[in-house]
């Protein structure tokens, strides 16, 4: 009996350990904290950088602003859009709250109805420019002469495509599914 060896059984990584992966309460709660803001800064850059992006491109329509009359209106359509586009990605909300911690009243019920109604007003206005870009650039007098003005007014519509890509990735991490596991598996 000098030589009992023991034996154990195989077991795959996964199963090894299983007791040391699991996080407590308050691990749970500081790895959620930390995630939430990541993601608030990661926001916060978004916004910056995605409102600042159409504000820039305001630029090159202002200098169109004063020329024809056929111009000007279209540079006018531009900005506009262009400042639309701006609002929505600064100011308006990402996903309204359904919740009720707020109280309903006529102004928020009013700036919600405006809210929603900006990207598709935008989009039609940005269709609008497109149609007027693709046409300037056809009706160009000399080889390519038409075409730099008209692909100016495509760049409204680059960007609102961009900032709408840009809320919809910010959009993508949604911490509260995490806060529900954590409650989920309270005492793990």
Request: hydrophobic share 45%; aromatic share 6%; charged share 20%.
């Amino acid at each position: 009996m000098a030589a009992v060896r023991l034996r154990k059984a195989f077991r795959y990584p996964d199963d090894l350990d299983d007791d040391q992966d699991h996080l407590d309460e308050q691990q749970q709660e500081q790895l959620i904290e930390q995630l939430q803001r990541q993601n608030d800064t990661r926001n916060a850059q978004y916004h910056l950088i995605f409102t600042t992006i159409p504000l820039l491109a305001t630029l090159p329509f202002l200098s169109t602003l004063f020329s024809s009359s056929s111009m000007a209106l279209l540079s006018l359509l531009s900005i506009l859009s262009l400042l639309t586009s701006a609002y929505t990605m600064r100011l308006a909300p990402l996903r309204p709250d359904h919740k009720g911690k707020r109280a309903v009243t006529a102004s928020t019920q009013r700036r919600d109805r405006i809210h929603a109604a900006l990207v598709p007003g935008n989009a039609l206005l940005v269709l609008v420019l497109g149609v007027s870009g693709w046409a300037m650039r056809d009706s160009g007098t000399g080889a390519g002469a038409g075409m730099g003005i008209g692909i100016l007014f495509f760049i409204p519509g680059v960007l609102l495509g961009v900032v709408l890509i840009a809320q919809r990735t910010m959009l993508s991490v949604d911490i509260s599914t995490l806060k529900q596991l954590q409650y989920g598996y309270k005492g793990a």
